[in-house]
């Protein structure tokens, strides 16, 4: 999924401004300028778009984290390092939101997009274990559809 549909799905969820986007981005140890944020949240279709760089987007998951939850008692974050896929992204927002596997599938049948507990738990394994599972887009948009709903009420 196109990191600026995350960023822009995160930015409406919360009801939050770009400042406040920037302030959650500083959080998860990176520097957005004004500009550069307000280019990311842009359409593609847009004059002005740019696409949302991989570093920034798990800087912005990463202070998403932080920002719900507190800072983590031994004072540093886990970083997001890597390729930043959608199993990222979901496991980053699973572990924000506080949200239980229960939870994850109550959302997403809500959506009409049901998944069973070991369809749920093969999202969150290690990618090598041999019952990974990617997570597709359709899956990401669908439960970033059922969070917002889930968040603003």
């Keep these: 999924m196109v990191s600026n549909d995350v960023l822009r799905s995160v930015r409406f ?6 400042s406040t986007l920037s302030s959650i ?7 957005i300028a004004p500009l550069q944020l307000a280019a ?15 570093q ?5 998951l990463d202070g ?15 970083v997001t390092q890597g390729r930043l896929t959608n199993n990222v992204v979901l496991k980053k927002l699973r572990v924000a939101f506080e949200l239980k596997e229960d939870d994850i599938a109550e959302m997403m049948k ?12 093969a999202l969150f394994r290690n ?24 968040v603003r009420g």
């Design 13 to 18: 969820m919360l009801n939050v401004g770009e």
């Design 25 to 31: 981005i500083a959080l998860g140890g990176g520097a």
């Design 40 to 54: 990311f949240l842009k359409r593609e279709d847009e004059p002005g778009y740019a696409p949302c760089d991989p």
């Design 56 to 60: 920034t987007m798990g800087q912005l």
């Design 64 to 78: 998403l984290v932080i920002h719900r939850r507190g800072p983590p008692p031994e004072g540093r974050a886990k």
């Design 110 to 121: 809500s959506t009409g997009f049901e998944v069973s507990r070991p369809e749920l738990s």
């Design 127 to 150: 990618p090598d274990h041999r019952n990974f599972r990617p997570c597709g887009d359709q899956f990401l948009r669908n439960f970033l559809k059922a969070l917002t709903a889930r």
